[in-house]
């Protein structure tokens, strides 16, 4: 399925003119302010955010899954269908790759496709977190932390696999995320886990291309509920620090415990100049996958508050690799990843407003009430007129879930791939 440019405009012709209301108002009255409403909005169409392969399916659970029909049953459909939601949302140029659910059987083709929808390849992901078919070794005690020397080889040898995939795509970076840890006390040595771990991941990152990077992620438990190996951000960073200048943290919004304060995370590993990459989601309790902004949208403005101040301020820090990872099991997997796009594009816009210089003044003045005001009057501003203008002028519709339903995607999926395909993944 493939949406076509008389289809967009189709959908924007009865949007338009309150668009055109809404945006002017707001155009004048952020001008007035002092702000450069043309370069916010210019920001905003080139933000995108790379959406992961497994998440065009029917999210599953450890207790049931529930389809929506018509899923991709193949990386070419899962590109299809990342190449709707770049359409209609223009935020959606890149595809984060989970190997080995989704390796290429044709590359050449693979990208051309991709190339026709103007969707980039980004991180690439590894999976030591189950064992694979015919499998020679298993990860049940884990992978790269295993007590077994064959076993972490294994495990490193998969990583070099998947890297050598993501670079006939054009990926840049691998992203590590670990499963290991102990479920009970004493089951595991937290120290000897960790050494094997580093010297895993130091193996892996010597077959790292020139321009690659590696992306370590975090999270503090599960699957296992006593200890994980790599648990959180300062572990993360001392591993990235231990494998050398081409090793990053990447922040996973679900992958915290309640109330840690994310903002300040993300600040320090950009001041460090150690922030690679980030995976957006919401979580009410743990690492639940719930759609970006759906629970905590204020947490959310503040994070990309401290993104905007680094993005300025850090030039040591590198470009960030911007994500999605969540997978549910309630809302169509099109629909919720376009409500998470608008949200991070929402949450963007708004950290743009806030008067930095402003800010600093008030911080400096010890003003605790003014600096609350300035962060609170960005976030209090309705900015989805600035995403609406940022989706037109890159060719895309205003209102992505109207035109999604409008224009019958699901149904027409449906029909195309039948009612029972299932997506690779979880
Ligand atoms: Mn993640």
């Not at 359409?87 to 595809?95: D, E, K, M, N, P």
């Not at 648990?231 to 231990?242: C, E």
């Not at 708004?350 to 976030?379: F, M, R, T």
């Not at 009612?419 to 979880?426: D, F």
């Amino acid at each position: 399925m493939k949406i076509l440019k008389d289809q967009i405009l189709d959908c924007n012709k009865s949007e338009i003119q309150n668009h055109k209301e809404t945006f002017d108002f707001l155009s004048s009255t952020l001008d007035k302010k002092g702000h450069k409403v043309a370069e916010i909005v210019a920001k905003l169409s080139d933000f995108q955010v790379a959406i992961p392969s497994w998440a065009l399916g029917a999210g599953g659970t450890r207790f049931g899954r529930f389809s929506f029909y018509g899923e991709p049953s193949s990386l070419e459909q899962k590109i299809e269908d990342i190449g709707v939601i770049h359409s209609l949302t223009q935020t959606a140029g890149a595809v984060s790759l989970h190997i080995p659910w989704d390796i290429p059987s044709d590359y050449k083709a693979i990208k051309e496709q991709a190339d026709a929808l103007n969707i980039k390849f980004d991180s690439v992901n590894s999976n030591t977190f189950q064992d694979q078919k015919n499998a020679k070794e298993s990860y049940k005690y884990g992978s790269l932390s295993n007590t077994s020397k064959v076993v972490r080889d294994q495990a490193i040898a998969h990583n070099l696999e998947v890297i050598t995939i993501g670079d006939k795509l054009g990926s840049k970076s691998l992203t590590v995320w670990l499963a290991d840890g102990s479920c009970f006390p004493g089951q595991s040595n937290f120290q000897t886990a960790l050494q094997n771990t580093e010297n895993s991941l130091k193996d892996i990152y010597k077959g790292l291309p020139k321009d690659w990077s590696m992306l370590i992620e975090y999270k503090p438990y599960e699957p296992n509920f006593y200890s994980t190996v790599i648990q959180d951000w300062g572990t993360s960073f001392m591993l990235a620090n231990a494998c050398g200048e081409k090793a990053f943290s990447l922040v996973d919004l679900g992958h915290h415990l309640p109330n840690s304060n994310i903002e300040q995370i993300v600040s320090i590993l950009m001041l460090k100049g150690k922030l690679g990459g980030f995976h957006f989601n919401d979580s009410k309790y743990g690492d639940d996958d719930l759609t970006v902004g759906s629970i905590k949208p204020y947490a959310l403005f503040l994070i990309f508050n401290e993104l905007v101040y680094g993005m300025r301020n850090n030039p040591q820090n590198p470009d960030l690799a911007w994500m999605i990872d969540a997978s549910h099991n309630v809302k169509d997997p099109l629909e919720d990843l376009i409500q998470s796009l608008e949200a991070i594009q929402e949450a963007y816009a708004k950290a743009l407003l806030v008067d930095q210089v402003q800010l600093k003044e008030a911080q400096l003045a010890n003003d605790v009430v003014k600096c609350q005001e300035i962060l609170q009057n960005a976030y209090r501003t309705d900015v989805r007129p600035l995403l609406e203008k940022a989706r037109i002028n890159n060719g895309g519709v205003i209102k992505p879930i109207n035109a999604f339903r409008a224009l019958g995607v699901r149904g027409q999926l449906i029909k195309e791939r039948g009612k029972n395909t299932i997506a690779t993944g979880l």
